[in-house]
Protein backbone atom coordinates (compact mmCIF):
# COMPACT_ATOMS: atom_id res chain seq x y z
CA UNK A 1 0.00 0.00 0.00
CA UNK A 2 0.95 3.55 -0.28
CA UNK A 3 0.45 6.34 1.48
CA UNK A 4 -0.96 9.66 -0.74
CA UNK A 5 -0.53 13.31 -0.36
CA UNK A 6 -3.96 14.04 -1.72
CA UNK A 7 -2.95 18.02 -0.83
CA UNK A 8 -1.05 20.22 0.99
CA UNK A 9 -3.51 19.62 4.06
CA UNK A 10 -4.61 15.70 3.61
CA UNK A 11 -2.63 12.35 3.72
CA UNK A 12 -4.41 9.01 3.04
CA UNK A 13 -3.62 5.79 3.55
CA UNK A 14 -5.68 2.89 3.09
CA UNK A 15 -9.78 4.07 4.44
CA UNK A 16 -8.02 6.64 6.49
CA UNK A 17 -7.54 10.16 6.23
CA UNK A 18 -5.29 12.36 7.49
CA UNK A 19 -5.15 16.35 8.19
CA UNK A 20 -1.44 17.25 7.88
CA UNK A 21 1.00 20.03 7.06
CA UNK A 22 4.18 20.78 4.09
CA UNK A 23 6.41 22.49 3.14
CA UNK A 24 5.56 26.80 3.46
CA UNK A 25 6.13 26.97 -0.26
CA UNK A 26 4.50 23.86 -1.38
CA UNK A 27 5.43 21.03 -3.51
CA UNK A 28 7.79 21.00 -6.32
CA UNK A 29 10.07 18.33 -9.08
CA UNK A 30 12.92 20.79 -8.29
CA UNK A 31 13.76 20.64 -4.65
CA UNK A 32 16.86 22.94 -3.31
CA UNK A 33 18.49 22.60 0.26
CA UNK A 34 16.43 25.61 2.24
CA UNK A 35 14.07 26.20 -0.20
CA UNK A 36 11.05 24.90 2.33
CA UNK A 37 9.23 23.26 -0.18
CA UNK A 38 8.09 19.21 -0.49
CA UNK A 39 9.46 16.88 -3.08
CA UNK A 40 7.14 15.38 -5.71
CA UNK A 41 7.66 11.90 -6.08
CA UNK A 42 7.29 8.22 -4.79
CA UNK A 43 9.18 7.17 -2.18
CA UNK A 44 10.59 4.55 -0.06
CA UNK A 45 10.00 5.57 4.04
CA UNK A 46 13.09 5.09 6.40
CA UNK A 47 13.34 3.69 10.15
CA UNK A 48 10.46 5.19 12.82
CA UNK A 49 13.21 7.47 15.04
CA UNK A 50 11.88 8.68 18.50
CA UNK A 51 12.63 10.68 21.75
CA UNK A 52 12.65 7.72 24.42
CA UNK A 53 13.49 10.39 27.02
CA UNK A 54 10.09 11.80 26.26
CA UNK A 55 7.65 9.56 24.80
CA UNK A 56 6.92 5.65 24.36
CA UNK A 57 8.41 3.66 21.36
CA UNK A 58 6.03 3.20 19.43
CA UNK A 59 3.04 0.07 18.41
CA UNK A 60 4.93 -0.61 14.71
CA UNK A 61 6.76 -3.07 12.42
CA UNK A 62 8.73 -0.64 11.21
CA UNK A 63 12.68 -0.83 12.90
CA UNK A 64 12.83 1.83 15.86
CA UNK A 65 15.46 4.16 16.57
CA UNK A 66 16.30 6.45 19.86
CA UNK A 67 17.56 9.32 19.18
CA UNK A 68 20.59 10.33 21.03
CA UNK A 69 21.48 14.11 21.91
CA UNK A 70 24.51 13.65 19.45
CA UNK A 71 22.34 12.70 16.40
CA UNK A 72 21.53 15.13 13.31
CA UNK A 73 20.38 14.57 9.66
CA UNK A 74 23.49 16.27 7.60
CA UNK A 75 22.18 19.26 5.33
CA UNK A 76 25.57 20.85 4.83
CA UNK A 77 25.75 21.35 1.28
CA UNK A 78 29.49 21.48 1.50
CA UNK A 79 29.92 17.75 3.02
CA UNK A 80 29.33 15.76 -0.24
CA UNK A 81 30.53 12.67 1.98
CA UNK A 82 27.33 12.85 4.74
CA UNK A 83 24.95 15.38 2.68
CA UNK A 84 21.61 13.71 3.65
CA UNK A 85 22.80 11.03 6.16
CA UNK A 86 22.33 10.53 9.88
CA UNK A 87 25.51 12.14 11.41
CA UNK A 88 26.91 12.58 14.80
CA UNK A 89 26.67 16.52 15.40
CA UNK A 90 29.79 18.42 15.56
CA UNK A 91 31.14 21.78 14.94
CA UNK A 92 32.37 20.82 11.46
CA UNK A 93 29.09 19.54 9.76
CA UNK A 94 25.96 22.11 9.44
CA UNK A 95 22.98 19.45 10.37
CA UNK A 96 19.35 19.34 11.29
CA UNK A 97 19.56 18.57 15.06
CA UNK A 98 16.93 15.61 15.97
CA UNK A 99 17.05 16.00 19.72
CA UNK A 100 15.07 19.22 19.85
CA UNK A 101 13.79 21.57 22.77
CA UNK A 102 10.13 21.42 21.10
CA UNK A 103 7.88 18.41 20.20
CA UNK A 104 8.11 18.04 16.45
CA UNK A 105 10.79 15.57 16.06
CA UNK A 106 9.34 13.04 19.41
CA UNK A 107 8.30 10.61 16.30
CA UNK A 108 9.51 11.13 12.51
CA UNK A 109 10.10 8.39 9.82
CA UNK A 110 12.70 9.81 7.19
CA UNK A 111 11.03 10.09 3.68
CA UNK A 112 13.73 8.50 1.50
CA UNK A 113 14.18 11.62 -0.87
CA UNK A 114 17.37 12.17 -2.44
CA UNK A 115 18.85 9.43 -0.48
CA UNK A 116 20.98 6.41 -2.21
CA UNK A 117 23.34 8.78 -3.98
CA UNK A 118 22.24 12.22 -3.08
CA UNK A 119 23.04 15.15 -4.61
CA UNK A 120 23.87 18.31 -3.72
CA UNK A 121 21.75 21.07 -3.13
CA UNK A 122 18.51 18.82 -4.04
CA UNK A 123 17.14 19.21 -0.52
CA UNK A 124 17.69 17.21 2.74
CA UNK A 125 15.92 15.96 6.29
CA UNK A 126 12.48 15.05 4.80
CA UNK A 127 10.60 13.67 7.04
CA UNK A 128 7.68 12.99 8.49
CA UNK A 129 7.26 14.21 11.87
CA UNK A 130 4.67 15.91 14.40
CA UNK A 131 2.85 19.10 14.59
CA UNK A 132 -0.11 20.47 17.05
CA UNK A 133 -0.62 23.90 14.65
CA UNK A 134 -0.10 22.93 11.23
CA UNK A 135 1.61 25.40 10.11
CA UNK A 136 3.77 24.98 6.97
CA UNK A 137 7.20 23.05 7.71
CA UNK A 138 10.62 23.84 5.87
CA UNK A 139 9.72 20.90 3.12
CA UNK A 140 8.58 17.98 5.53
CA UNK A 141 5.22 16.45 6.30
CA UNK A 142 4.10 16.86 9.92
CA UNK A 143 1.30 14.87 11.13
CA UNK A 144 -0.47 15.68 14.63
CA UNK A 145 1.19 12.64 17.33
CA UNK A 146 -2.70 11.30 17.39
CA UNK A 147 -2.46 10.60 13.74
CA UNK A 148 1.38 9.75 13.76
CA UNK A 149 0.77 6.96 16.23
CA UNK A 150 -2.12 5.87 14.00
CA UNK A 151 -0.25 5.68 10.75
CA UNK A 152 3.09 4.19 12.22
CA UNK A 153 0.81 1.43 13.41
CA UNK A 154 -0.70 0.87 10.20
CA UNK A 155 2.28 0.79 7.64
CA UNK A 156 4.90 -1.87 6.93
CA UNK A 157 8.48 -2.07 5.79
CA UNK A 158 7.57 -1.48 2.06
CA UNK A 159 4.96 0.96 2.05
CA UNK A 160 5.64 3.89 0.18
CA UNK A 161 4.27 7.46 0.03
CA UNK A 162 3.51 9.33 -3.24
CA UNK A 163 3.49 13.26 -3.04
CA UNK A 164 2.05 14.29 -5.59
Known amino acids: MTIILKNQ???LYKEFTFKCCIGKYGLTKNKVEGDKKTPKGLYSLGSLFYRSDKVDKPETILDC???KKNMGWCN?????AMY?????????????????HDY??????????N??????????????HLTKDYKPTAGCIALSKKDFLILAKLIKKKTKIKIC
Open 115 to 128: WNKPKIPNGSAIFI
Open 104 to 113: KYDYLIPIKY
Open 9 to 11: YTL
Open 65 to 67: IKI
Open 76 to 80: DVKNK
Open 84 to 100: NKLVKINNKTKCEVLSR
